[in-house]
């Protein structure tokens, strides 16, 4: 009985988060993003990652970028709170990076694409899931001057 409602609950979550995306919409206070996974209280969960290749590059656009989806996939599923409430499906796409953040869409089947926003840790090396939802999870978790050069916070 509970595996048929958890994904009819998530349904229901994701569902309640479409907007039409008005611009309106961006004064709403922070924490109040609709169909959104908590932010993590720390990024200690974020899995290790190997250093990538051509880090002048990392240098340039800040660190941590570029990032591929297997990347991002580990710093998902090291966040049991964000994966918990958003559904992968068959992993991300379309990811953006700039200066230590990255933004990618989920791909779920049948179900509206999430947002997920990732933060990179400099000193540890390391990406983390900060939020994921389908409004607004970039204005409490990306700086304003950042958010213009990810694709999905704008």
Sequence with gaps: MTRAVLPIAFAAIALAGCS????????????????????????????????????????????????????????????????????????FKDISCYQGYATALTQPEAMDTAVVVFKYDTAKKTWAAVMGGTDNVCQANVPAEIRSHLKHCT
């Design 20 to 91: 039409s995306e008005d611009p309106a919409d961006t004064a709403a206070p922070a924490g109040a993003t609709s169909g959104a996974a908590p932010a993590a209280g720390t990024s200690s969960a974020a899995a290790p990652s190997s250093a990538a290749p051509g880090k002048s590059s990392a240098a340039a656009t800040g660190g941590g970028c570029p990032v591929d989806a297997t990347m991002l996939q580990k710093a998902f599923q090291a966040n049991a709170e964000v994966a918990g409430a958003i559904i992968l499906g068959k992993g």
